[in-house]
């Protein structure tokens, strides 16, 4: 199993521990190992039972569980509690805002025992009855039973990549041949995947009945002659909007994508591109522009180390920086406020930037930049004071509490952050997770308008869950000349590979080299930090 598999069997056994009303001791051990493993690239593959009761945060108890786990597939326990629990409720736990008391509670007092009866439940107001819950609780119940019930049967676009791109190098061996391609959605690098669709230049049957797909994503083949592989490819990838949009289309045979376009007087129009909005029109003038590519990228800003909530000590996450090519770092953990997250205390952030200047002596001409991440606080100000503040080459301002705001509320309060002297860049300005959290509503016009005013950088976090601001945003934070940076929230080292994530949709948002702030080279960045001084 994978340490992500043994991560969610972990976390579902603490949660049925506690709806079960279990040991709360043990509970919170292998919730702690679960969300560890969770957060960490930690290989677990072929290590003893010895060598994972040495791992931090594991311990002999979580370590047996581990061990089960890889030699049998399966946890005894988890085994036993499922089988006591109707799956049903099992599902319930997946709905934000209940947890496994509270999942028990609808289960014992009302016989819920499945989303759509809970979801009866809250509209025959059945919840308000129950200790704990209340009319508030019952609409966040309901609101997060339909954001759930909308989200079944999608994927964020990382966690199928690999088995797509698996299958398609599967196929090309079956088979024997080259033409074989991820189309649809999957090519346009959309940020969520429905299903995978690959089309294949076959004649005969093709079958792949011997390929795992523990995901469930429903898989989709295409199947065409070698002379219609070009055009099918053209024609599955892009949306009916896109087609629409094209003069006299037609299906035609050609040896290429770019064959085609030109045969309709068009610009080649790059797959992530192919939406439907305004590229047609761009393309018929000659005006798509050259778009970012990951070799671009010069730094990366916005991560996290052992200071606060980071894996990684800020030593080991600015060698594995400049290990993988980049010229500089930005490290920014989280403020004082955050002290879910360990939040820094001035005398720390005085600590951290000690160390940074002896690392930046060793690994000279690489930089780190001392950054942080302020918490926007309620009423919009940043945490610190000035004197602190002032004190940082950079600030990426973001929200992480109170985020049941209105529009208004919401839009205020990033207003007065992007407005205040010391913000740099704007962190992920909804705060969504994709398919589990839909962001508190902003008005993205003023926003940016507001960014372009102040000189404030907007940020794209590239982490898959996130990808947020929405790429679909970005042409207008071009139009009016606000910089994206292309920042990974990186809490451990993998997590800088995020930045291909990130990349991917700043394509599908036109955005160029030049108006992605961390494009800029390290004289660049560290001479247009000192102007912001």
């Known amino acids: 199993m994978t340490t992500e598999e043994i991560a969610h069997a972990l976390k579902l056994t603490a949660q049925l ?3 079960h009303e279990e040991n709360p001791f043990k509970i ?6 679960a969300y560890k493993l969770d957060k960490t690239d930690i290989d677990l593959q072929g290590k003893s039972l010895e060598e994972l009761e040495k791992i931090e945060g594991i311990g002999k108890g979580i370590a047996a569980k581990i061990n089960e786990l890889q030699l049998t597939g399966n946890l005894k326990e988890l085994t036993d509690m499922v089988a006591k629990t109707p799956i049903g409720v099992i599902e319930m736990l997946r709905i934000k805002g209940i947890g496994p008391k509270k999942v028990g509670q609808l289960w014992r007092e009302l016989e819920i025992e499945s989303v759509g009866e809970l979801l009866y439940a809250c509209n025959e107001n059945r919840l308000v009855t129950l200790k704990g819950f209340g009319a508030k609780t019952q609409a966040a119940v309901k609101t ?3 954001f759930f019930k909308s989200n079944i049967g999608k994927f964020h676009y990382a966690s199928v990549e690999k088995f797509a791109m698996d299958l398609v190098e599967f196929l090309k061996k079956k088979y024997n041949t080259g033409l074989v391609s991820l189309t649809g959605a999957m090519r346009r690098k959309c940020d969520i995947i429905e299903k995978v669709e690959i089309l294949i230049a076959y004649s005969g049957d093709v079958v792949i009945d011997e390929v795992e797909n523990r995901l469930g994503v429903e898989v989709k083949l295409i199947l065409c002659s070698q002379s219609e592989f070009y055009a099918e490819l053209f024609e599955s990838t892009a ?3 896109h087609l629409k949009q094209i003069p006299d289309f037609r299906f035609q045979i050609s040896n290429s994508e770019e064959e085609i376009y030109k045969s309709y007087n068009l610009q080649y129009i790059e797959p992530e591109l192919r939406e439907g909005l305004n590229e047609v029109d761009l393309a018929k003038e000659n005006k798509l522009p050259k778009l970012i590519e990951l070799s671009d990228l010069k730094g990366i800003l916005h991560n996290h180390s052992t200071y606060s909530d980071g894996v990684n000590t800020l030593k080991e996450m600015a060698e594995y920086c400049k290990e993988l090519g980049y010229e500089y770092l930005g490290i920014c953990d989280h403020s004082q406020s955050a002290f879910y997250a360990e939040g820094l205390k001035p005398d720390i952030v005085l600590a951290q930037h000690e160390e ?9 001409p690489f930089k780190i930049f001392k950054g942080i991440e302020s918490d926007i606080l309620n009423d919009g100000n940043l945490d610190y004071s000035e004197e602190v503040l002032k004190s940082f080459d950079f600030i990426v301002a973001s929200v992480h509490s109170n985020l049941k705001m209105t529009e208004e509320k919401a839009t205020a309060r ?8 010391y913000t740099t860049i704007l962190g992920h300005p909804t705060g969504r997770l994709l398919l589990s959290r839909p962001g508190y509503p902003i008005d993205h016009k003023k926003i940016i308008d507001a960014c372009a005013a102040n000189g404030v950088v907007i940020e794209l976090n590239a982490h898959p869950y996130r990808l947020d601001i929405d790429w679909r945003w970005i042409p207008y934070c071009l139009e009016k000349g606000v910089k994206i940076s292309i920042n990974p929230d990186a809490h451990e080292k993998s997590g800088y590979h995020d930045m291909y994530y990130g990349t991917n949709v700043a394509r599908k948002g036109m955005l160029t ?3 992605c702030f961390n494009t800029l080279s390290l004289n660049e960045i560290e001479s247009y930090f000192l102007s912001r001084k």
Do not use: D, F, G
């Open 414 to 421: 990033l207003l007065k952050a992007i407005e205040n002297p």
């Open 356 to 364: 940074i200047e002896v690392l930046n002596k060793k690994l000279a």
């Open 17 to 19: 521990m506690e709806l």
């Open 144 to 146: 997060q039973i339909e």
């Open 28 to 33: 919170k051990s292998i919730a702690n190992a």
């Open 239 to 241: 949306t009916e909007e």
């Open 513 to 515: 080299k030049e108006m």
